[in-house]
């Protein structure tokens, strides 16, 4: 179980002028709830985070993942990971290969396209400093021939894994900053996503593309 304790306050000019708090205990492992090896239970996802810093054996997690009956993976090799020299593209060292792993033990795979951290190739990195978050949207306003280079590393992904990924996701919550640190607008998001979407369907027709993934 895991044991949360929370407060909320309200200040005006400095005072608390409301607070309310509560501690609650939540039943937080599903393990002891899921039969072992069968998948009894399709609506159950994971995270991998071999994107960023696995500090796990990717290998092992695979099978616990599938020994838990969890139905699919959702993670991404970054894009800064993927292309360290413009047009060449290889899966980050020292991360293995999830997907095939995951498509191997019969785990559905969901490809979050978020190009974490942008890539500096492109001139992507942040604007300022100072705002938190570092996922940088392709944006030819901002970043000349940002776009270009992201749709490469899409058409790289989708042709290389072609039906060991089901899901193909355009970003995450595009609509917080965090995510979406140079603010691009949905207007540019939607022209983002068309072009994603004509290059994965004609690498990977099977493969079903999701958008708008907003965090409301």
């Not at 190009?115 to 970043?143: E, H, Q, S």
């Amino acid at each position: 179980s895991l044991e949360v304790s929370w407060e909320l306050r309200r200040e005006h000019n400095g005072q608390v002028v409301n607070s309310t708090s509560d501690t609650v205990d939540y039943d937080f492992s599903i393990g002891n709830k899921i039969k072992r090896n069968e998948p009894t239970n399709q609506t159950i996802w994971t995270n991998l985070k071999v994107g960023g810093e696995a500090w796990y054996d990717t290998v092992t997690a695979s099978k616990l993942i599938r020994e838990l009956g969890i139905a699919g993976v959702r993670d991404s090799f970054y894009w800064n990971g993927v292309e360290k020299e413009k047009g060449v593209y290889t899966v980050p060292e020292g991360r293995e290969d999830w997907i095939t792993l995951s498509y191997d033990n019969g785990i559905e795979v969901m490809y979050d396209f978020i190009g974490n951290g942008g890539n500096v190739l492109y001139g992507l990195a942040k604007l300022d400093p100072t705002v938190r978050g570092n996922v940088i949207m392709p944006d030819d306003d901002v970043f000349p021939g940002s776009v270009d280079a992201y749709c490469n590393y899409v058409d790289w992904i989708s042709k290389t894994y072609k039906g060991k990924i089901k899901y193909y996701e355009l970003w995450n919550e595009p609509n917080l900053t965090g995510f979406n640190v140079n603010n691009t607008t949905p207007e540019k998001y939607a022209e983002l996503l068309k072009r994603v979407y004509e290059i994965i369907k004609k690498n990977d027709p099977e493969g079903q593309v999701i958008a708008f993934s907003t965090a409301q």
